[in-house]
């Protein structure tokens, strides 16, 4: 009987890890808000996004944008970088310039993250990632080997803060209101490339408790081939 039950704990075991592996493999929905504390029409489009934050096999990242800082309030999340990764999608997704609030999924389709059911619709109808096998952990990314659109995509290294943070404003379109964010993006830096081949490379650690995200992505706005994070 000793055996036996050996035999039977052990396959147990190997079905959890195989369950295991196959959920820590489901590709991610990539979906990017971008978004501003001086715009009154971001704040529904921040609630919209909350309700998709803990969705599985969501990954939903707010990148807050410094357009509107003109207004008469320095957004305190914006960064200029995270407003040149909305630009670079215009042209690809037949805008003639940024807007906000804009909701971007797989880096492939877009929509106005106010309008209510439009994140839904987005993660429910745009395709998933097809790219290379994408995983994080003991210090590095492990990228699979695959076909990279045009020869190379780039691999970006996302750090947020997972959750939701209320943000007062006292200047600016919203005066007086308290804004929600979800899952705000603090930091954006190119890891490097990816040519298809079979690619480790370096992830540093996060500071301040941050959360970290990968996305393998077709240069200049182009379309996410693969995702993960921790």
């Known amino acids: 009987m000793t055996g036996l039950t050996t035999r039977i704990g052990l396959l147990a075991g190997a079905i959890f890890a195989t369950a295991a592996g196959a959920a820590a493999a489901q590709p991610l929905t990539v979906v990017e808000l971008f978004t501003s504390q001086g715009c009154s029409s971001c704040p529904p489009a921040n609630a919209n996004l909350i309700k998709v934050k803990d969705r599985p096999g969501v990954l939903a990242l707010s990148f807050n944008v410094t357009y509107w800082d003109y207004l008469g309030w320095k957004d305190i999340f914006g960064w200029q970088e995270f407003t040149q990764r909305q630009v670079a999608y215009e042209p690809p997704l037949g805008h003639d310039g940024p807007f906000t609030p804009q909701v971007v999924v797989n880096g492939s389709a877009d929509a106005v993250g106010a309008a209510p059911g439009e994140i839904e619709r987005l993660i429910s109808t745009s395709p998933h990632a097809k790219g290379p096998a994408l995983s994080l952990g003991d210090g590095k990314v492990s990228i699979g080997a695959g076909t990279a659109p045009g020869g190379a995509a780039d691999v970006w290294l996302v750090r947020y803060a997972r959750g939701v ?5 006292a200047r600016g379109e919203n005066t007086g209101r308290t804004l929600p964010h979800a899952n705000v993006v603090h930091s954006l830096e190119r890891l490097g490339r990816w040519n298809g081949q079979a690619t480790t490379l370096p ?28």
């Open 203 to 230: 992830l540093p650690a996060a500071p301040g408790g941050l959360s970290t995200a990968v996305l393998v992505q077709t240069p200049d706005g182009g379309p996410i081939l693969a995702a993960a994070a921790n």
């Open 165 to 169: 943070v209320e943000v007062p404003v």
